[in-house]
Structure formats: structure tokens, C-alpha cells
């Protein structure tokens, strides 16, 4: 049904740095094979406002990492751990719109079954929907359509 897997959890506790910075070092982290990185906000010693930094990986990417949280955060110090997560599989087909292709991310109980649920890619409807000056939500409207004709259509 579902899968199983190890994942690597990074975590650090940032307070001190331009959180102007913070959407590079995520982008960088994603770019590097991050799995996710995500940032919340968190009170830290003497009331002081901060930031957590938490990142999962493989652990093959465990070092690359490591370089770019040091290199682009004032942390001084990381946490890490691993922990077991649950899966759904997941795929990806290309609907096509009247816009252009827009990838669509599946979810699914198994491979090659019914998605349990669908998603355009947002990026792929941004580009789309500056291409032809229309608002994205008409991009995504679009391509949830292409994608459920199709889904019908393969039954």
C-alpha cells in the first residue's frame, strides 16, 4: 500500500541572522536534494525571537548540507537525527491545457492505481499564466480539468 523509509531530520536554531536570507537558503537546500526544508518561528532563550531550520534528507546528503546551512546560517551547531517516515507513492503525468503542458504531481496508494489525490505543479502554472498574461488560477483550473478527462478517460 504505502512505503516505508529512514530520512535524516536536520534541525537548527537561528537568531541572529537577516531572515532576508532565508528563502535562498531554502531554495539552496532544496536545490542541493534536500527532501524538504521548512522554517518556523520560535521564541529562544531571554525572550529572543528566532527561527528553526529543519531540513530532511537522505543520508547521502547529509554533508552537502551541512556545508550550506553553515556557509549561509549564523548557526552554530546542528541537530540530527534519523526517523522512519510513511509514504504515499508518488508520480507525475503532464496535462495539457490550452496554456501549455503543466506537470501534475499524483498520489497514490500504489503504483499505476487511481491517484487518491492530484496537484498541478505551481510553478509550471506560474510560468504558464505569465506566458499568457492570465491570472494562475485559470492555469490550475485548466490543468485540474486535463487531468480529470484524463483519469476517465483511462479507466
Known amino acids: 500500500m504505502v512505503y516505508s523509509e529512514e530520512v535524516l531530520v536536520m534541525e537548527t536554531a537561528v537568531d541572529d541572522m537577516n531572515s532576508e536570507f532565508f528563502p535562498y537558503l531554502v531554495d539552496r537546500l532544496l536545490e542541493a536534494g534536500a527532501l524538504d526544508a521548512y522554517l518556523q518561528p520560535i521564541i529562544m532563550k531571554k525572550g529572543r525571537p528566532g527561527t528553526m531550520l529543519t531540513v530532511l534528507a537522505r543520508e547521502d546528503r547529509q554533508d552537502v548540507l551541512l556545508k550550506i546551512i553553515y556557509s549561509e546560517t549564523s548557526t552554530l551547531g546542528v541537530r540530527l537525527r534519523t526517523e522512519r ?12 491545457t490550452d496554456y501549455g503542458a503543466v ?5 497514490l496508494e500504489e503504483p499505476g492505481e487511481q491517484p487518491l489525490r492530484y496537484a498541478p505543479e505551481f510553478e509550471d502554472c506560474r510560468a504558464r499564466a505569465q506566458e499568457h498574461s492570465v491570472p494562475v488560477q485559470s492555469v490550475y483550473r485548466a490543468a485540474m480539468l486535463a487531468v480529470e478527462d484524463s483519469l476517465k478517460n483511462s479507466k
Request: contains cysteine; glycine residues 0%; positive net charge.
Open 103 to 107: 506537470r501534475v504531481k499524483l498520489a
Open 85 to 96: 517516515r510513511i509514504c504515499l507513492h508518488r508520480d507525475f503525468l503532464t496535462a495539457q
